[in-house]
């Protein structure tokens, strides 16, 4: 266990990268609203009869008004606040929420590919096709920086040191960490405890990770072909195709 404070370094990163498991890119709640003052009083409406959102709710008691954050592009940080992972993660024990993101988009795969192989060979799943959705991000904040330290907080299989750090750090008002990844040699990665230390999300790739039911043996963009409106055929272009 860490006997002293990592030191606090500003953190400029003009992209940050999350991927995160979709089907599709919904705009949630967050992006609807402009002032994250008026999300409580959505909540309380919203949620009489959504029970998704009162639990959800819930959760965004946990998230301090002032680093509260809302309109485009904040539903994707807003969620990793209010949807918690009972299992906990390297820098949190599952009653918290952490907005994490790498550098780079080559990390951020290699991470999110780490935890769907174990997830997917837990519960034996036959082979299949996982789409999953990239977002991008930004961040100019000061950090807790462990990078190239701290071993046992970059414990590739064990949580219990980066956890008890998180839990000093964020009883002491810290907005993060940013740190090695354990996944990707090379890489870096921050774990934001606030959702005003990142810039809100825009949409980047669009990725399928394909599953042969052992690992997750490939990793493929998907681009969308714009078709022009010229290649539809007419009506009457039709009628005489078919005469």
Not at 2 to 19: D, F, G, H, L, S
Request: a neutral charge; hydrophobic letters at 35%; proline letters at 7%.
């Amino acid at each position: 266990m860490p006997t002293e404070r990592p030191p606090v370094k500003r953190i400029r990163w003009n992209q940050a990268y999350r991927i995160v498991p979709s089907r599709f890119p919904p705009v949630g709640v967050y992006d609807r609203i402009a002032d994250p003052a008026d999300l409580d009083a959505l909540f309380a409406i919203e949620a009489l009869t959504n029970p998704r959102l009162r639990e959800e709710a819930g959760a965004l008691k946990q998230v301090p008004q002032e680093h509260r954050i809302s309109g485009p592009g904040s539903t994707p940080v807003m969620a990793a606040f209010t949807h918690l992972n009972p299992e906990g993660s390297r820098f949190s024990d599952g009653t918290w929420g952490v907005f994490y993101a790498a550098h780079s988009v080559a990390t951020a795969v290699e991470e999110t590919v780490y935890h769907r192989e174990r997830f997917l060979a837990a519960t034996a799943e036959p082979a299949c096709d996982i789409q999953m959705r990239c977002y991008r991000t930004s961040v100019d904040s000061k950090l807790h920086d462990i990078r190239g330290g701290w071993a046992t907080a970059h414990d590739p299989a064990s949580y219990v040191a980066s956890v008890t750090l998180a839990r000093e750090l964020r009883a002491a008002d810290s907005s993060g960490i940013v740190y090695d990844s354990a996944r990707h040699h090379g890489g870096e990665c921050l774990a934001a405890f606030h959702p005003d230390v990142v810039a809100p999300c825009v949409q980047a790739q669009h990725l399928v990770y394909r599953w042969d039911g052992t690992r997750i043996a490939q990793v493929l963009e998907v681009n969308e072909l714009k078709r022009s409106k010229t290649d539809k055929p007419s009506a009457h272009n039709t009628r005489q195709e078919d005469s």
